[in-house]
């Protein structure tokens, strides 16, 4: 026999805990007391407010713990100002609403600060790493606020200058930038996941950044390099990132830049350049893009070798494209549309590698034949078409 109101207040003692902050347990007051170098323990509940670490400690969540904005509009929800801060396992939500202010889930000041495991929704920006040299960021789940329109988000990270920081095995969606680089310099992203905002990857401003692992898909671009040197893109998955300027990888007024052993497939460019210089393209694969490679401006020492090009609709879009731009070392790259032989066997085409743009320049004058892109006709158009230009002299046959 059920009596009346037991039940209800036994439900109600069991959720509260989740509801509230644990009782007595005064979350900024445990932060200022806890002595330097510490473990702190954050019980189970719900801590809203604005809170500062200004010590190194060494914060640790217990599951059902979650720091939630609880600001008048601006700043962040947790502001680490001391160097040699470990966060782990914590939940925060929300953030100010000030896009200038990169006002931020979690906004680090200090060096050598570690956040793993963590997971941060609904802010601003979700991590902001304010020139914070050596910063470790692992193992966290990432997530932009639905609510506000794509161009009024942060990114998942901001890294803001500083040197060293690392990135590793984060997941970020949701967005505007999965990971933005802005006058970093040495720093590291590998093994992410990012998906559903503009760009996956952007380097902006910054020098020495290495991109090794990631996988970046459903973005406007997976990749974004623009005014930095020294970027290294290697082993990365950038996938069906799509839109009228959709790329893989886009690298603009950039320089002495290597990418290498990258899959771009099914982009509206596998990739797309302008205005570049000294850019290495190895050994990468480029596969069911609307185009191959998209350049347009100035470009200075672009070298493609040892790359596959396959089942894209147009393999370069590059009216200034010469033989010189994909041949590095002797070796040249495959084309999957390649037409000629190789009959001494060296793995290498005897002749030239030549691409049609006669169903192109069709379809540039009407429009309405792009719907045979792909199509027979179309193959048979090209292959009919004896003018293509010369682009690989030593196009390779595997």
Sequence with gaps: MRIPGVLDFAVFLLTASAAFAAPGFDLQSALDRAPAGSVL??????????????????????????????????????????????????????????????????????TKVRIENC????????????????????????????????ARR???????????????????????????????????ATGNFVSGGRYGLHLMHSEGVVALSNLCGSNIAGCQVMDSRGARVEGNVFFRNRGSHGAGLQVFDSSNCVAMFNELSENTAGVSLKDTGSLLFLSNRISANASGVRCAGRDRGVVFSGNRFAGNVIQIDWKRASPEHFEYRGV????????????????????????????????????????????????LADFADLSGRALDRRPLLK
Excluded: H
Aim: charged share 20%; proline share 2%.
């Design 41 to 110: 323990t954050i019980p189970a509940g719900t801590y809203k407010g604005k809170f500062f670490v200004r010590k190194p400690l060494e914060l640790l969540a217990e599951k059902g713990a979650e720091i939630v904005y609880g600001g008048n509009g601006e700043g962040s929800a947790l502001t680490v100002e001391a160097g040699g801060v470990t966060l782990r396992g914590i939940a925060v939500s929300g953030s100010g609403t000030n896009l200038d202010a990169l006002d931020a889930c979690v906004t680090v000041r200090g």
């Design 119 to 150: 997971d941060f929704r609904g802010g601003l920006f979700c991590i902001v790493l304010d020139k914070s040299d050596g910063a470790i960021v692992r193992g966290n789940r990432l997530t932009g606020d639905l609510k506000l329109s794509f």
């Design 154 to 188: 942060g990114d998942g990270v901001r890294v803001q200058g500083g040197r060293g920081a690392l990135l590793l095995s984060n997941v970020v969606e949701t967005s505007c930038d999965g990971i933005y680089f802005d006058s970093a310099t040495n720093a590291t």
């Design 332 to 379: 040249g790259n495959f084309w999957d549309d390649y037409r000629g032989f190789d009959m001494n066997g060296d793995g290498r085409g005897d002749g030239a590698y030549r691409q049609s743009g006669f169903f192109a320049a069709l379809v540039r004058r009407s429009p309405n034949l792009g719907i045979f892109f792909g199509s027979p006709a179309s193959f």
